[in-house]
């Protein structure tokens, strides 16, 4: 694959700094472990993961919220995956078992650079030249066109992908 791939993180945000990035860790792990160990996992996901494990190895910790935000994560990731069939990106939760009775704390999913370039032209388009954001309504789909002086490079999301990269517009660093 040619494109930039990281691995997000949403963990709850009532843990300390250090068990944030421990449980962003673990998720990660539990992603790894999902889509390249469990025999008999056929699909395009596995493929993304070994690539994000062997070329990129990025991973962005962001505060998930409290207990029900991380869960609302997971559930949305889950509803773009069986309801509307428009997520196209592994993701699992996490449940930390032992030291957090059984809590889901964290969720991570791997994203291409379309979509964390996608958030940047969302975040910048008012006041940059550089994006042209449309949104078609009759379609449900948005195109970025990113004016890289080269070429124009328009990209096209689904409405699940444009919510995603809203929720991560609004989304904060985990501290």
């Not at 673990?26 to 390249?36: D, F």
């Not at 939760?93 to 009775?101: A, D, M, N, V």
């Not at 009759?138 to 809203?166: G, V």
Request: glycine content about 6%; some cysteine; hydrophobic content about 40%.
């Amino acid at each position: 694959m040619n494109e930039e791939l990281r691995c997000y993180t949403f963990t709850d945000f009532m843990l300390s700094s250090i068990q944030q990035g421990i449980q962003s860790g673990h998720a990660s792990m539990e992603l790894v472990s999902k889509y390249l160990l469990v025999t008999g996992w056929q699909n395009g996901y596995a493929e993304q993961v070994s690539d994000w494990v062997q070329n990129h190895k990025t991973i962005i910790c962001l505060n998930g919220g409290a207990f029900a935000d991380v869960t609302g994560w997971l559930q949305f990731f889950e509803d773009g995956l069986v309801l509307s069939h428009q997520n196209d990106f592994p993701f699992v939760g996490f449940t930390e078992e032992e030291s957090q009775g059984g809590n889901l704390t964290s969720v991570a999913a791997i994203l291409p650079e379309r979509i964390f370039n996608g958030v940047q032209a969302l975040r910048e388009a008012k006041w940059n030249d550089e994006y042209v954001v449309v949104y078609d309504h009759l379609l449900e789909e948005t195109r970025i066109t990113f004016d890289n002086k080269t070429a124009p490079l328009t990209l096209t999301y689904n409405k699940w992908e444009r919510e995603l990269m809203e929720r991560l517009k609004r989304a904060r660093f985990a501290q």
